[in-house]
Each structure stands twice: as C-alpha cells, then as structure tokens.
C-alpha cells in the first residue's frame, strides 16, 4: 500500500513539475495590455544554435518523464511530433525567431497529457500517427527526388 501511495506521488510531483516547465518555457511572460505570453523558449532561442539546442533537451526531458509514467505510445509519439515540428522551424533563421513565440510546443504537450489523464484520449500504439508519418515521408522523398532530377535534367540541357 505504501508503496502504490509513493508511486502515485512521485506522478503527482512530476506532473506538476511538467506543468510548471511548460508554462516557464511557453508562457511565464505577459506583454502589457495584450493577453499575449511568451517563455523563456524564444529567448533563449536568441542564441544561436545553443538555444535551439537547449530548448529541445527541456522539451525531449518533458516527454521522456511522461513516458517514465507509462504513458502510451501513441501519446508520446504525438508530443514528440511537437518537439520535432518546434525543433525544425524554430531553427529557421528570423522565420525561427517568430515561429517560437508562436507555437508552443511544450504548452500543446502539456494539454496533450491533460487529455489523456482526464479524458482518456490518446491511447494506443499509435500505429495510425506511424503510417501518417511514414506517408508524409514518402511524399517528401518522391518530392525531393523529382527536384534533384528536374535540377538534373535542367543542368544536362545547359551543356
């Protein structure tokens, strides 16, 4: 019984301390006389490279406490699309700076986890979320490959 009552408190204070590093990282500052906030994610994103990589290790660090927590595949598998959307654009130069004040990754993964432990959405393997991602893949790929052969053929009709 002791036992059960200390795992249940160790999620309580984990769930708390993701709550409360997703709110540093996305909302902790108001701008005066906007309903607008913003984190410390896109000002530390100011710097370049080691920004963005700090910004990532704290949300990877969020998911991979949540996942600690037995959380399923399907819902870790959607906040790390967050992170990685977050990584990839938040990387962009200037187009990155504005994105980060935008889209908040940690924040969308914070009501993620709430909507999985409150309302029981999110469960499963998430094997629908893989095909998705491997479809979106495959697109890109054929993409990519029909740009390098058309620059190819492009190149070939120049000589």
């Known amino acids: 019984m002791r036992a059960h009552q200390d795992k249940a408190g160790r999620l309580r204070n984990d769930l708390v301390w993701v709550a409360r590093m997703a709110w540093l990282m996305d909302d902790k500052f108001r701008i005066g006389g906007t309903r607008f906030r ?11 490279f080691l920004g963005t990589i700090i910004g990532f290790v704290v ?3 969020i998911v991979l406490v949540i996942w600690r927590h037995g959380a399923s595949r399907k819902l870790i598998m959607l906040m790390l ?22 889209f908040k990754a940690n924040r969308k993964n914070l009501i993620l986890l ?23 893949f495959l697109l890109l790929t054929c993409l990519f490959i029909y740009l390098l052969w058309s620059a190819f053929m492009a190149l070939i009709g120049l000589l």
């Open 38 to 48: 913003f984190g410390l994610d896109p000002v530390i994103n100011m710097i370049p």
């Open 59 to 61: 949300a990877c660090f």
């Open 81 to 102: 699309i967050n992170v990685i959307i977050d990584l990839t654009l938040g990387a962009i130069p200037v187009i990155g700076h504005v994105f980060d004040f935008v």
């Open 114 to 136: 709430q909507q999985y432990h409150y309302q029981g959405k999110h469960q499963g393997k998430g094997n629908d979320i893989l095909m998705l991602i491997l479809g979106v």
